[in-house]
């Protein structure tokens, strides 16, 4: 897995790239945990290039969701592969995130 | 080529085994040319019940082995896990509220739910001082 990040406006973008499991979810909670302790309290999590996620990976995300309500911040989650959405579904995560489908619409919500 | 297709894995019970683990599952989606899409689901199950084994179902420091059959017949796919940890029926696990509001929803205990609900079928026997975990989808 990588990430790539980038900053438009408000928002943070961590762009996810690869396997969200066990071996690698701890990289990608660094990097949430570093953007929240360095103020960065709204960000947009790119999916596009997600393409397998495990539970591990699923607990990082609602670490971050908490987090960024208890900071009222925003949370944004796009471009997510149809595997992907539909393990969000069926774990009952689509109703915890803010998806969009591309990046374009979240950052239209600022 | 026949109709029925097998594959075994075994490995010890390191959590670095995860990672070549989920190639060669990769490799052999391919290979029984199963779709991306169950690809994903087949890794994601092994990943959780490996993982859960591994993280605990030993007391002790010693190597284990963790056995791993796959068998792909007419259209079941069939995957059997073997370790011979303790004792552990994951189908006795609660089910995690999946309605609960993020700020309410336990960090955590979705592995098992998320095999549950994508295996049509999931028994469990503990046999000879072993846990038998098998996983069937109809596809």
Avoid at chain 1, 34 to 54: H, P, R, V
Avoid at chain 2, 79 to 102: E, R, S, V
Wanted: with cysteine; proline share 3%; charged share 25%.
């Amino acid at each position: 897995m990588n990430i790539k990040k980038e900053k438009i406006g408000d928002f943070s973008i961590l762009k996810i790239k690869g396997r969200v499991d066990t071996m690698h979810s701890s990289t990608l909670e660094g990097e949430v945990t570093k953007a929240f302790d360095s103020g960065e309290n709204n960000l947009i999590f790119n999916c596009s290039g997600m393409d397998y996620i495990s539970s591990s990976g699923l607990r990082v995300f609602l670490i971050a969701q908490k987090k960024a309500k208890a900071i009222n911040g925003k949370l944004y989650l796009c471009s997510m592969q149809p595997a992907i959405q539909e393990i969000f579904r069926i774990s009952g995560f689509s109703n915890l995130f803010s998806i969009f489908n591309t990046q374009e619409e979240a950052l239209a919500n600022q | 080529m026949g109709n029925n297709k097998n594959k075994r894995f075994v490995i010890e019970n390191q959590i670095g085994e995860l990672s070549s683990l989920a190639d060669k599952i990769d490799e052999l989606a391919e290979e029984w040319e199963l779709s991306p899409a169950l690809a994903m689901n087949m890794n994601l199950v092994i990943e959780e019940a490996v993982s859960n084994i591994i993280f605990y179902a030993f007391n002790d420091d010693n190597k284990h082995e963790i056995r791993i059959s796959i068998s792909l017949e007419n259209s079941s796919l069939t995957i059997k896990i073997i370790d011979d940890g303790i004792p552990f029926n994951p189908l006795a696990q609660q089910q995690p509220n999946i309605t609960l509001p993020a700020e309410e929803r336990p960090v955590g205990g979705l592995g098992i739910f998320l095999i549950s609900q994508i295996m049509d079928e999931m028994k469990y026997a503990r046999q000879k001082n072993q846990n038998i975990l098998t996983l069937i989808k109809r596809i």
